[in-house]
């Protein structure tokens, strides 16, 4: 069912009988005066999709551009990701000069395994025969596509040191997932890795990290190498604050000062906020960011954890994002809890190929097939496609609104999604010094949140009233609007 708007025709008399009352009932005012951070984009991590289908340029089309692509039959509005966020692999097949091999945890698909450019340890230096360039190509490739595309801001991460650092060897993490494998004469080791990684990118992908983080969810008890599905390792708070300052230091001495440190992609907002208050002080002066992810969904302290980052003068991302809700209902709530809450200044969805449920878009990476988008595909869309680099995110005004400026092109961005039944849904816009043109169009977009509907339908039929706008909302509808001629 398509949504409607008063005052079209269809609905004039309706309207007429009840918008003014609707307009009392619900109206959120944007705050124009209280910002929160400049807009570096949305992203998502390559790793796995990228190591099965790294070689299908559509893809990268439909991911990392704006632009219309039509895949496996269905048509979708490109998302204009801008983030990437390379998976360093830990995983590799030679002996290494002990005779020694890696260890495979019987659950992990080949398909897990990311491939490990540093075989061993008999030489750092990357020009030497203990490295291979020529590993990983399908997840270079897709980076390689994104930046020929729309991608701007590119990330390195670890999800486990190379096996042959770790104490068991087996990068799916130690025996009993709850201590350290990285092996405590390594530590420098695993940054070098990363370090090294870095340089050779620069010089030759013409890739420069923006940011390099050298742990993943590594407070988890649950990298248990012997059960293991992925690659993953534990690290203590005091083991992440050794490495980090080696990872400073092996940036900077390859000329990469301007790459900065991210820490720690911790799970939940709660574990972020305990690791955050344990680093030791030169750690977190060595950070340059603090990533989050949103696997708490719905709880956590996302506000004392932006407070804790905001009061230390860092920057703050949700850098990986998932669930397994095909319609986009829990992408929705918890995304709009980030920005009222959290306040990061970029947001990275986890695999955007994945199984069904996960994948913005199915797929298999072990048979490599690929099928539909999901209507969460198009409820990401609705944010992605309008709140862009570069623009200040503003305060909503409530919990059901994303509010998003351009200052160059003067236009107001509002996100907006119904929870409740159908209703008028009313944006108050008089605190701005300039709250659009009396009269003008603003285009909308809408999407059904749920297993079918909308996706992503255009609408031109919503006007400025005075100094607001209002739209009747479907239930379960998520909208994206455009004001334009705003003036903060
Ligand atoms: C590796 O690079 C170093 C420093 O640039 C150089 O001295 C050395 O000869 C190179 N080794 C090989 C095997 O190319
Ligand atoms: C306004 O609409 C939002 C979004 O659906 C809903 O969460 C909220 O409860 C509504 N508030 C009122 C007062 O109706
Ligand atoms: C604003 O809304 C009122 C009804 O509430 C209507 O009479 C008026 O024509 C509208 N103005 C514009 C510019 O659409």
């Not at 069912?1 to 944007?30: C, D, E, F, G, K």
């Not at 949305?42 to 990228?50: I, M």
């Not at 690659?231 to 980090?244: A, L, N, P, R, Y």
């Not at 198009?378 to 005004?397: S, Y």
Request: hydrophobic share 40%.
């Amino acid at each position: 069912m398509r949504s409607h708007n008063w005052p079209s025709a269809s609905a004039l008399a309706l309207a007429l009988a009840t918008a003014r009352v609707a307009t009392a009932q619900n109206v959120t005012t944007i705050n124009p005066s209280s910002t929160y951070g400049t807009w570096e984009g949305w992203g998502t991590s390559l790793a796995w999709w990228a190591k099965a289908f790294g070689n299908q340029a559509a893809l990268a089309d439909i991911f990392f551009t704006l632009d219309t692509t039509t895949y496996n039959g269905y048509t979708l509005p490109g998302l204009g990701l801008n983030v990437v966020r390379y998976n360093a692999g830990a995983s590799s097949k030679n002996a290494d000069p002990d005779g020694d091999v890696m260890v495979v945890s019987p659950d992990i698909t080949a398909s897990r395994q990311m491939d490990l450019f540093w075989l061993d340890w008999t030489s750092s230096a990357a020009n030497s025969s203990s490295w291979s360039w020529t590993v990983d190509a399908n997840q270079r490739n897709m980076l390689a596509l994104g930046l020929d595309r729309g991608v701007t801001v590119v990330e390195m991460f670890s999800n486990s040191p190379p096996w042959w650092m770790t104490y068991n060897l087996n990068p799916s993490g130690s025996t009993d997932g709850s201590s350290d494998n990285l092996e405590s004469w390594n530590y420098d080791q695993h940054a070098i890795y990363l370090a090294t990684i870095a340089a050779y990118a620069k010089e030759n992908w013409g890739v420069t990290f923006a940011s390099v983080e050298a742990f993943n969810e590594p407070s988890a008890d649950y990298w248990v190498g012997p059960t293991g599905t992925q690659e993953g390792c534990h690290f203590d708070v005091s083991t992440m604050s050794s490495v980090i300052p080696y990872l400073r230091s092996e940036l900077n001495s390859r000329g990469l000062t301007g790459t900065i440190i991210s820490a720690s992609d911790e799970e939940t907002y709660d574990i972020a906020i305990t690791t955050f208050g344990e680093y030791t002080s030169a750690a977190l002066a060595d950070i340059g960011r603090i990533n989050v992810h949103g696997y708490e969904y719905g709880g956590g302290r996302r506000d004392i954890l932006y407070a804790d980052v905001h009061a230390a003068g860092k920057a703050l991302w949700n850098s990986e994002y998932g669930e397994g809700d095909a319609t986009g209902a829990e992408l929705a709530s918890n995304l709009i809890l980030d920005f009222v809450w959290l306040h990061p200044t970029a947001w990275v969805y986890w695999q955007v190929l994945d199984v069904t449920g996960w994948g913005l878009i199915e797929a298999d990476n072990n048979a490599l097939t690929t099928g539909a988008p999901s209507q969460k595909y198009f409820v990401l869309a609705q944010f992605t496609r309008h709140i862009r680099p570069g623009m200040t995110i503003l305060d909503g005004g409530s919990g059901w609104t994303v509010a998003a400026y351009d200052a160059s092109t003067e236009t107001l961005v509002i996100v907006a999604v119904n929870t409740g039944a159908a209703q008028y849904l009313n944006f108050d816009l008089s605190s701005f010094a300039k709250a659009g043109v009396n009269g003008a169009l603003v285009p909308r977009w809408a999407t059904q949140i749920g297993s079918s509907g909308d996706q992503y339908v255009s609408f031109s039929d919503t006007f400025i009233n005075g100094t607001q706008f209002w739209s009747y909302f479907d239930e379960n509808v998520i909208m994206s609007f455009e004001v334009s001629n705003v003036v903060l």
